[in-house]
């Protein structure tokens, strides 16, 4: 079976497709997983909600899905997020807002444990450091965990100690040897200063995850969100993957 892993959509379509286009490229996935932030930044959050509900089977909220429908205080978030955050909640459906209401934070399935943020903090924390990753290893049961929300590709093998890695497009970590913390980086607002979509595909079978980068149409998302009066910063960021 193959798994695609999906992580911090962020209400952009533009990437979306092209990440689900360059899987279908390569063999598709018998399933897809995401690992929440399917809203806030971004110009298209409908669109977004209906592929992660039509295609994801397994789905998790992330800090900016539950800022949207407020769940979730926004008083830490800096201006131009809360301000996007507050803009895509004011798009929602109350249908659409049942559904994130009921993502649970943290879902179990098989190897793996699937966050947004960390097994320990599933919605704010940030797992950076191989210091934080450790600090995480026995706060989920499965071999394997899962985590989003720092936008950038990583992951963390635990041997005697625990190793650090910044994957770049290709990477293939061998699952069976190790224990992994893996963040497949983000797909709508990548921040590793590479502005191509990430997101990462796991082959049962073969017991390998791949790292994946995607280019789509950026200056296509950037004119919706100056269309619907999104933040500048939030657009132009996209550019640099920041
Ligand atoms: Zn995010």
């Given at each position: 079976m193959r798994y695609a892993i999906l992580a911090d959509?962020?209400?952009n379509l533009t990437a979306l497709q092209a990440v689900l286009a360059d899987l279908e490229k390569q063999g598709g996935a018998d399933e897809v997983w995401c690992l929440g932030?399917?809203?806030?930044?971004?110009?298209d959050p409908h669109e977004c909600l209906e592929i992660v509900r039509v295609r994801c089977s397994l789905c998790v909220a992330g800090n900016h899905d539950l800022a949207a429908i407020g769940?979730?205080?926004?008083?830490?978030?800096n201006q131009d997020a809360a301000r996007a955050a507050r803009w895509n909640g004011n798009q929602l459906t109350q249908d659409e807002i049942s559904f994130l209401a009921g993502l649970p934070l943290k879902v179990e399935k098989g190897d793996f444990t699937l966050v947004h943020?960390?097994?320990?903090?599933?919605?704010?924390?940030?797992?950076?450091?191989a210091r934080e990753a450790e600090e995480n290893l026995t706060y989920f049961k499965t071999c394997h965990c899962l985590v989003g929300h720092s936008h950038a590709p990583i992951y963390f093998k635990f041997g005697e100690s625990c190793s650090t890695g910044k994957p770049s497009a290709g990477t293939e970590l061998k699952l069976a040897d190790y224990r992994y913390i893996v963040n497949p980086g983000g797909v709508g607002q990548p921040r590793d200063s590479d502005p191509r979509a990430a997101y990462a595909v796991y082959d049962s079978e073969a017991g390998t995850l791949v790292f994946q980068r995607v280019s789509y149409d950026i200056s296509a998302v950037q004119t919706r969100m100056q269309k619907a009066g999104l933040p500048l910063w939030l657009s132009e960021r996209l550019s640099y993957g920041q």
């Open positions: 959509i962020h209400a932030d399917t809203l806030g930044y971004g110009p769940k979730l205080d926004i008083s830490t978030f943020g960390s097994p320990r903090e599933p919605v704010w924390e940030y797992i950076m450091s």
